[in-house]
């Protein structure tokens, strides 16, 4: 485990020596099954050729996805990916089906939607800033986050072939499982089961949470495929986090440092990704209590991507 004291003077050094002119724009491309249009925005250097390169090679291109019901207008995600691009980083931050700016019926998503809707970010980030080097999640969007890489270094997974120059990926508050959230859920209202819909409060924000969703979060064997990510992980979560408990990032961490199984690349291979948890002393679960919190993520996310890409 890193110690947060030392990466937050070592990450302000690398950070400060890449200071960009940044511009942000919106964007429109498909979702995962065509039939909506998700919205997103890019937030990049102002000189930014898509495939460019620095004097050390490729520029990072990082894909970031939202939390549960969130939006790619989170105070968190614009100070995240604002401080990324600043850093000479393109950033595709994007909102997932039926929420935010993007069509479609949020009722009616899922994991299995929004882990299509990655995928389609993924493919549309490729064509306008080029190669994605790097995923982003905050909280259910990191679980998302880092089941996609898990596909991607798949060989049977040709749906994720974009990401096959994946080299890092970084979480914020992530969950452990996509099951987790079910219960959560049910709890809260459990009408959602044995009436098919339920409606909850988000934010304090009324939901209708169908059955269909809550059966698809159980059905994804989340433990199963995370040894197989091949890339360097970075984990953020607060020790206070009240929404998704500390007791997940440890999960994820001994998850991700077990040595893949032969039956994904046919051998024996020992994983020798770097996978690293830094602990967010006394941040909420949307970093919204101390600005320095968004500062410090979002120098220390730039940082990992440059260090990796």
């Not at 600043?86 to 069509?103: P, Q, W, Y």
């Not at 690293?276 to 991507?305: K, Q, R």
Request: with cysteine; aromatic share 6%.
């Amino acid at each position: 485990m890193l110690v947060e004291s030392l990466l937050r003077a070592r990450t302000i050094r690398l950070v400060s020596q890449r200071t960009f002119e940044t511009t942000s724009y919106r964007v429109k491309f498909a979702d995962g099954t065509g039939q909506y249009q998700l919205a997103g925005i890019v937030d990049r250097p102002k000189t930014w050729t898509a495939g460019e390169e620095d004097g050390d090679g490729n520029a990072p291109v990082v894909v970031f996805s939202h939390c549960f019901t969130c939006s790619k207008d989170l105070k968190a995600a614009v100070r995240i990916c604002r401080a990324l691009a600043k850093s000479g980083i393109a950033v595709l931050r994007f909102d997932m089906t039926g929420l935010g700016g993007s069509e479609g019926d949020f009722s009616q998503s899922n994991f299995s939607t929004n882990l299509a809707d990655l995928a389609s970010a993924i493919r549309f980030a490729k064509s306008e800033l080029g190669t994605v080097t790097g995923l982003v999640g905050h909280s259910f969007g990191g679980i998302a986050s880092l089941v996609t890489a898990a596909r991607a270094h798949q060989a049977s997974d040709h749906h994720l072939a974009d990401l096959a120059d994946l080299s890092m990926v970084a979480t914020l508050a992530a969950p452990s499982d996509s099951a987790h959230l079910a219960v959560l859920l049910e709890k809260m209202n459990p009408a959602i089961n044995t009436e098919g819909s339920g409606v909850v409060s988000i934010g304090g924000i009324q939901w209708t949470i169908t059955k269909q969703m809550l059966d698809d979060f159980r059905s994804h064997q989340v433990a199963d495929v995370l040894p197989t990510i091949q890339c360097p992980v970075l984990l953020l979560h607060s020790p206070v986090d009240e929404t998704v408990a500390f007791d997940h990032a440890l999960r994820l961490m001994s998850l991700l440092s077990q040595s893949p199984s032969a039956e994904f690349y046919g051998s024996t291979r020992e994983a020798a990704k770097p996978v690293s948890l830094v602990s967010l002393h006394g941040a909420d679960h949307l970093l919204a209590s101390n600005p320095d919190d968004l500062v410090f993520v979002g120098e220390l996310i730039s940082s990992w991507c440059w260090r990796y890409r």
